[in-house]
């Protein structure tokens, strides 16, 4: 990865400030256009199948309507430029054609497996679709041609089940090197039963079914490795462009808002429950006696080196407030200007946040914004179809989502217009650098007053998410705008690393004067280059 | 339109007595309920006798005072409260007291400044309809110009913020969510939720046709003087709506999505209630009510000179604006002549024409005659109905409810009350409830909980009881508890609440109450209708007893049916047909229905939904089970043999006969209960791993599952059954298990070697069956003492062993193949 020259490159004009400059843009503040700009303009819905469920998402004796196929897309795999495979919450994987159509008024739905347990995830890999369980990793084939799958393969099994039911595996996913790769989730309050089939560590106190909170891969020889451990609620997983594997956790004890972790061997994230199987043979993880709770996050990092930072936090209700699946945008331009960036789904909010990643000294780290609201139901899958078009697969029961439907599956497709967004923020050792999508005003971009700046942190403690804390507000002290304007040089004093940096850019409009789509950014910045 | 139908009296006697045969009432109900009840809800589209020239608008007086000389004092009283007459003119009567206008303290954020200055230079024509009297009539045009200015200007400078909305995981809400309502699910919520009672709807709205009963439709062909004759004109008179104004010139998206969200902290007087709207539900019908155009943001106090602010300021209580509306910390002052010394003939009166300096109503004639009549009679006494009927005039409960014969929904909003997914229960499943009688019926607080809201019964209905603010409802449900109060009847009606008694009580709701309403969430298939579990909770116990015996008396065009007919029970088998008893009991059952089973009926049509019933190919389903485990896989067959095989011992577990298993919740409870078999003849097999290497014949049978064979999954053949494949110490397994023509089980083992790795010191050994005693049948057979009974085919039987360790006697088969062997195992209990 090239590293960032961020010393006044050549395309930089150095900011004249000019009294007339802020007329022009006092001017243009009085005659704005409406606040938020319509994500429907750059980015359409299509609604394949939605429900109503005349139970409430959370009620214990949550029904389905009795007469339709409960879509509650808990996978989704893509066959062809006409089919997709999906997989539902109550245990079946269906074949649904016709589901590029616009109107899609002609889907057709095929029952390909069945009988399976909770499945969250789904992946077309060779001949077959592997599919994930609760208890196992299974590859489902059809072996007679009639698209009736008729082989249910135990790809891997062994880890702790002991029946609680926050224990959802999700995955798989598969890496550049053919590894499959998926996620354990902690149990919740234990009871009885299920305590006998604990696993413990007992200087830490921790006791949690084995590699319950891990990730855990595949290899293609058919061996279960497990990789990184900390997880608490790792429901989305996803691969980069470069072949990097990701997940998102959930707010919650010990994780202060959502976050997106790099996987990789031998890191620790957070949760100290996954470190009953710290011990257990095959764990490249060793030597935590103890966990450094109650401080800040960045405090914690120092006292605990196996502690990593995530590459993003995701601010709590500002960019979600539950973070699932992560899809890459491979489509070549396809799907709009964001090519080689990830997309986050998000449960509560019922809406897509997207995701900038770059690396600094071999890590991680990057900047999150708001990207489209208003899917039907909770947002748990996504998956790029042929077209470069997202499928998006909802469901929002044990919980609650701004959707109000119960389920279904929706596409969300570029319409060929490209949105006013901070396409990228990029860290320098003296500020930021934000890249567009369209060139912007050069009066509006060049004046410090169109951006506002705040940095802060959480709390890494045991208590059930943390605010914002620590806060700053670092100042801005030069502004510079590329000669083709699509590059912004923010020069900011009292960087911080290790915390968040949020940035409103609300000031700045394009040349055409169009208001930035999404003017915030959220920037982790775990390193100053 | 009434004057080409002249039909005779006769006649018209003849076909309303046709009309009550065919009604479906008057099939179950005597002939005068149903008489009653056609009084109610006749339809309509009569002419009114209001005038629409700009006097204030009070829905109740509108409706019940306007064309009828009766009762001018109480709808003169309604009018002093409505038109805030004792903001000024004290009363200690705490029914007249004012009702007051919004609270300003954020009206720069709230209103639009134009909207603002037309309203104030003539609010009778831009807000018609409205209470709020012209303060500055008869001031010349540019005096009045110059004062508007400044008190919009005092205005434009109150900026309290707007309340902030917490978003949580339960309660989601989006980020500016005023900014994200759509248009269409706006006006299906406007017409759904209640606005429309009083407001005015869309005729173009696509409501579902309403229905008239054959009556309804032969009275719009009556002309006025005939329904007038038949006393019918107040139920056939269209009901006027509150006029909304100029929203769209008033309010921005932000300002009335936070109103509706929560309208009594803007206006505390009530008399707008929340509908309990979720953020995203009050952008949705402020969205509808202004339209989609995004109009500009309402910036607060701009460019005002602090001389013209403060000028506002002064005017803001000098008009005895401040009277009624709160801005800032100014107190009202003003102390006019207190309301019972007033002269209603003064020439400087306000309730007639407008002088400089006096507030202007624009009243009209009948209005001035009502105000009048209050006032001659000032101090009359109030009684608990009366007071009740003066708070349902005021908050308007009247545009839903139905009491002593007065109000509810109006012939021309019939439509627009609808049951969800338009199942038809009557009107009872769509209307409001009528409030006769209630405090009789409902505890005291239940009836506190169901004004304020709190309760809802009828999720089967779309429309929702409002939220009124605080205080607003005065005391409603005390004096609805005095007004209906009875004697008190024997203390202890329902004194038997024994097990016995609950048990009976539900047997009797198989006999019918099932049939219309729900248990504790679960009903029969498509039944809507109210919850009975916490019935006990809501009910007086003697009206339950009553409405029991005899419903159409105490609820009139109930569709509950009489189980009791002439006060004898239709089911004499339960507690000997004892009516009385029989009512005992169903409250015994209402009062235990927490820890009760559900009724029998219920409990079938519960399973009955999610029951996984296998037909010619065999059904599975992985899950949770009770003595199988966390790695269950359930197999169903046609055959209805079924077993569980546990893929994570690797064993089969489980086997039993007749219905197979109910997937709900497996398929659907986030919290993941075992799994049961639902049939008989349930059958655990020996517990532990069903194949082990053993030293020798006399070694222990491992206790552990940590050496249990490794599964690899299976295959379905093309009889829809599963082959379970499984690896233990070099041997491969496929292990096929259905169902035999002695139903039964029988195994179908396939055993290949595929490496050489098993030692030559250790043998791999088959368990066919395991117990504290296992006992010898027949040749190749043996049970243990749960009634397993595992046969064996030959040679394998005769190589077998039958030994005790540790107290556990096993008949244990080895395993010696160096290729491929297969063999059955047949299975009875």
Known sequence: ?????????????????????????????????????????????ITIATSKSSTESRSKRWKPALDALALEVSGLAVLDDHRIAVAIRKGEVWILDGVYDDPPDQVTYKQFATGLHEPLGLLRHDDSLYVMQRTELTRLRD??????????????????????????????????????????????????????????????????????GWGMKVTPAGEMIPVCAGMRSPSGIGVNRQGDMFYTDQQGNWVGTNTLHHMREGAFFHHPDALASMNQSGSPIHGIDSIPGGLPFPEAIKRLPQLKPPAVWFPYKKVGQSATDIMLDDSGGAFGPFDGQLFVGEFTLSSISRVFLERVDGEYQGACFPFREGFASAVIRMEQGTDGGMFVGLSNRGWSSLGTASYGLQRLVWTGKTPMEIKEMRACSDGFELVFTKPVDTASAEDAESYSISS???????????????????????????????????????????????????????????????PAAYYTLNRIP | MYHDAPPLFPSLFHALLKALMLSQCAMLYPRSLCLFASVMVAIGGSGSLAADDGSPFVAGFDRFHRETAEHAAIGGRLLISELSCTACHASEDQELQAKRGPNLDGAGRRYRTDWLKRYLNDPHAIKPGTTMPDVMGGLPDDQRRRAIDAI????????????????????????????????????????????????????????????????????????????????????????????????AGKYSHQSLAYFLYDPAHIRPSGRMPSLNLRPDEAADIATYLIGDAAAPNLDAGQGDTASLVEAGRRLFVELRCSQCHHAEDIKPSVVARPLAELDVDAPNSCIETQHVGLPGYGLDAVQIGSIKSALAAINSDSTAGSKAHATMLKMNCYACHTRDRRGGVGPNRQRYFETVSQVDIGDEGRLPSPLDGVGRKLRRVALDDALKANINVRPHMFVRMPKFAGPSLNGLAEDLANADAVAKSAANLFSDESEQMANAGRLLFDTGCVQCHWVRGEHLPGVVGI???GADKR???????????NPGAMKSRTRMPTFFPDGRSVNPNVLGGDTERQIESLWAYIKHIETQPLPEKIEEGKVHDFELVPGDRPLFLRTFMKDVGTHAIAVGFGERVHYAFDADVVRLAQAWRGRFIDAHGTWFDRFTPLAVPLGDDVINFPAGVEFATLRSEKSAWPKTSRQAATFKGFRIDRDGVPTFLYHIDGFDIQDRIA???????????QIHRVDDKLSKSATLWFRANAGGKLKREQTHQYSNESGLAVTLPQPLDRLGVVRTIDGIQDWIVPINTAGEMSFDVEYQW
């Open chain 1, 1 to 45: 990865m090239v590293k960032l020259n961020c010393e006044k490159p050549f395309w930089h004009r150095s900011k004249t400030s000019c009294v007339v400059i802020a007329i022009v843009v006092i001017s243009l503040c009085d005659h704005r256009l409406p606040a938020v700009a319509d994500e429907s303009d750059y980015y359409r819905m």
């Open chain 1, 143 to 212: 072996t007679d041609g009639d698209d009736v799958a008729d082989e249910y393969m135990t790809v891997a099994k062994g880890w702790g089940v002991t029946g609680n039911y926050h224990e959802y595996a999700f995955g798989p996913k598969i890496d550049h090197d053919g590894n499959l790769w998926f996620t354990l989730n902690l149990g919740l309050g234990l009871q009885k039963e299920q305590l006998r089939k604990v696993i413990k560590n007992e200087s830490l106190g921790v006791a949690q079914g084995l590699w319950r």
């Open chain 1, 456 to 518: 802060y942190t959480y709390n890494y403690h045991a208590t059930y998410g943390s605010d914002e804390i620590m806060t700053e507000r670092p100042s801005i002290e030069d502004v510079s705008v590329s000669d083709d304007g699509l590059r912004v040089k923010l020069t900011v004093a009292g960087l911080r690393e290790l915390f968040v940096h949020e940035l409103h850019a609300d000031g700045v409009r394009s040349r055409d004067g169009e208001p930035i789509v999404h």
């Open chain 2, 152 to 247: 919009v200007a005092f205005l434009s400078n109150q900026e309290a913020e707007y309340p902030v909305l917490k978003s949580t995981a339960s309660n989601p809400i989006a980020t500016q969510f005023w900014m994200k309502g759509d248009n269409d699910r706006g006006a299906e919520l406007y017409h759904q939720v209640g606005c429309v009672a009083c407001h005015e709807p869309d005729e173009d709205y696509p409501a579902p046709p309403y229905q008239g009963s054959e009556l309804e439709k032969m009275l719009s062909e009556l002309d006025p003087e005939q329904i007038e004759e038949l006393g019918l004109a107040d139920a056939v008179r269209r009901v006027r709506s509150v006029p909304h104004g100029d929203i």
């Open chain 2, 531 to 533: 919850d009975l579990a």
């Open chain 2, 539 to 549: 009910l007086q116990p003697q009206w339950f007893h009553d409405f029991l015996l």
């Open chain 2, 739 to 749: 169902p035999n023509s002695n139903h039964g089980l029988t195994r179908s083992m």
